[in-house]
């Protein structure tokens, strides 16, 4: 019989050929937008030897108990892997696989998008035009501050942060600083940016964008200590994940005026709440973590992490995450 792969959300019909092309693995499918309840995928999983899965689903200890001995593949249709359990998958020799170099792109430009829109107030704009709060051509009315001779800080630079300053470089940006939990020559040299204490990204930048993983290191690493240091006029972007942000003490940033403003991608819970504070603030722009654009170069991806894989008959030496790319 033909080795099983589990799909754990609606994929596209020509995304799903692509998958099929292979002929040699059955596919089932999640078909539907909304996330497949966990009771549901804990059944599903069950002998499977592959889980296509996007970030709502927690591929944990529990979960790879229900798929059983047969699982050899995981991979996500995701450059976050915050909700894989490493070591469990790890501990079972299961190979995984992610979709980095793929979403690089999208990112970054959703990222310049929506720190733009946040630092020149796009969103109030837009709405204060329709609702009548554009009374005549005032001085100071609803000023940002621009890109030019800023400086722009990144926390945790990657590919994804090397992108968005290639982006942000013709905007005449001053200064490209960035930190990590280690220097990163190659990717600083390419946009020229300089290494900084923790501190010091906090202090110095105009602009703060956020792309590093949500790791435990990493998790609420955007709290009170941060935005305290950092300049009134800054503009805090994050488009990583949720759990790095304390969301109580950037609340109170924003609120009092500590910060500028803020615009987020990503929040915990997703999505949150209607009700939640941070949707009170004018000077905080939220997305609903947009998906990356629909991509069928991810989806080739994946249909050659499963091949690779669903191809390796014995349990091979698990390297650290199998970034395939
Ligand atoms: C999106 O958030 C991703 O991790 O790809
Ligand atoms: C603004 O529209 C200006 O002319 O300065």
Known sequence: TLPKVYVTRKVPPDGLDILRESGQVQFEMWDSDEPVPRVELLKKVKGCDGILCVLTEKIDAQLLEAAGPNLKVVSTMSVGFDHL???????????????????????AELTVALLLATSRRLIEATHEAKTGGWGTWRTSWLCGHELANSTVGILGLGRIGVAIAERLKPFKVKKFIYTDVEQRPELANMIEAEYVSFDDMAKQSDFLAVCCALTPETHGICNWNLFSKMKKN???????????????????????????G??????????????????????????????????FLLLQEHKRMIQIYLSIKKKKHWTPLTFIV
């Open 262 to 295: 803020a615009g987020l991608d990503v929040t915990t819970p997703e999505p949150l709440p209607t009700h939640h504070p941070l949707f009170t603030l004018k000077n905080c722009g939220k997305h609903p973590h947009v998906p990356n654009l629909y991509n």
């Open 85 to 107: 359990s490493l070591d469990d998958l790890k501990k079972r020799g299961i190979r995984v696989g992610y979709t980095p170099d793929v979403l690089t792109d999208c990112v």
């Open 234 to 260: 800054a503009i805090f972007i994050n488009t990583s994940r949720g759990g790095v942000v304390n969301q109580e003490d950037l609340y109170e940033a924003l609120s009092t005026g500590l910060i500028a």
